[in-house]
């Protein structure tokens, strides 16, 4: 069975700068992708990073990238999220798959209905 948890979520002041760390125990293939969610209230979530087991391969949603840096060591996943903005406030979720090679298949992307497993989410506050 596979778990998934999240942590390192708060508040934090517009241009500050949180650590969200995750763990995804039970993966099976050695070949697995994970990734990081939000979902806004009355929006749709949105893929924010993923990467491969190896990570040659990553994403980042334009509304992130130069800002939040995506790393893994094994099973544990983290978003280092820099120069934070109010808009950047949702509940962040990790989500991790056996199949890096499915994830990635059209190239450097992040759907989450290819995900298989996830967390319960953390909440991230940014206050201006």
């Known amino acids: 069975q596979v778990q998934v948890v999240e942590s390192g979520g708060g508040l934090v002041q517009a241009g500050g700068s949180l650590r969200l760390p995750c763990t995804a125990s039970?993966?099976?293939?050695?070949?697995?992708?994970m990734g990081w969610f939000r979902q806004a209230p009355g929006k749709e979530r949105e893929g924010v990073s993923c990467?491969?087991?190896?990570?040659?391969s990553t994403y980042y949603a334009d509304s992130v990238n130069g800002r939040f840096t995506i790393s893994r060591h094994k099973n544990t996943l983290y978003l280092q999220m820099n120069s934070l903005k109010p808009e950047d406030t949702a509940i962040y979720y990790c989500?991790?798959?056996?199949?890096?090679?499915?994830?990635?298949?059209?190239?450097?992307?992040?759907?989450?209905?290819?995900?298989?497993?996830w967390g319960q989410g953390t909440q991230v506050t940014v206050s201006s």
């Open positions: 039970g993966l099976r293939t050695g070949d697995d992708a």
């Open positions: 989500a991790a798959d056996d199949f890096s090679a499915f994830v990635f298949r059209g190239g450097p992307q992040c759907k989450g209905a290819d995900f298989a497993y």
């Open positions: 990467i491969s087991w190896s990570g040659k």
